[in-house]
């Protein structure tokens, strides 16, 4: 059974940067998986902002973190990551991790195409 456990969400600064972890076990290693990052802020839809295919390791970012956002992973350690640099406060969200087999990530990142899911770190960014 796939386990995503993620860690390093907290408080930060506007312009700050911050680094979220996603730590995964479970995975069947005959199978290539997408991994995703999502967010959810207080009264909006969860949106799909990165992906990465443990295939090739390609990756994909949604227009609202381009450019300020790099996911990459760490076969030795299971671990994906989710650096944001430049953060502002519309950043501010409950942060997931979401795992799936078989097709490559696509954009949008939508949060149907994943059946598991870690239970998400707190970012709050203060002005």
């Known amino acids: 059974q796939v386990q995503l456990v993620e860690s390093g969400g907290g408080l930060v600064q506007s312009g700050g940067s911050l680094r979220v972890s996603c730590a995964a076990s479970g995975f069947n290693t005959n199978f290539a998986y997408a991994i995703a990052w999502f967010r959810q802020a207080p009264g909006k839809e969860r949106e799909g902002i990165s992906c990465i295919n443990t295939s090739d390791e390609s990756t994909y970012y949604a227009d609202s973190v381009k450019g300020r956002a790099t996911m990459s992973g760490d076969n030795g350690k299971n671990t994906v990551y989710l650096q944001m640099n430049s953060l502002e406060t519309e950043d501010t969200a409950v942060y997931y991790c979401?795992?799936?087999?078989?097709?490559?990530?696509?954009?949008?990142?939508?949060?149907?195409?994943?059946?598991?899911w870690g239970p998400g770190t707190q970012v709050t960014v203060s002005s």
């Open positions: 979401a795992a799936d087999a078989g097709p490559d990530c696509t954009v949008p990142i939508l949060e149907g195409d994943f059946a598991f």
